[in-house]
């Protein structure tokens, strides 16, 4: 059985947040406009869910940075401490 991934309130916030995104996908602005915390905040917090493989960087039409969930949202839900 695998060990489910543990994450800080503010990874699941950007989690939760990517998850209502189309295709669970969302832009840094899209995820900051709904964030509670400072943009270098959410720096820090992508940087760890890069880290933890919870997410992975795409682009959208036009070059806009976006940031896809690796699982469906079910499983980050259910792995919430």
Known sequence: MSKKKQF???EY???KIIGYG???A???NDIMAEFT???TQLKG???SLFQKDAITQGEY???ITSYHLTETIT???VSKT
């Open 61 to 63: 039409p036009g070059g």
């Open 26 to 28: 969302a832009s840094f």
């Open 13 to 15: 916030e950007v989690i």
């Open 22 to 24: 189309d295709e669970f």
């Open 8 to 10: 800080t309130p503010l």
């Open 45 to 47: 917090v992508l940087s």
């Open 75 to 77: 499983s980050y839900l």
């Open 37 to 39: 915390g400072s943009p």
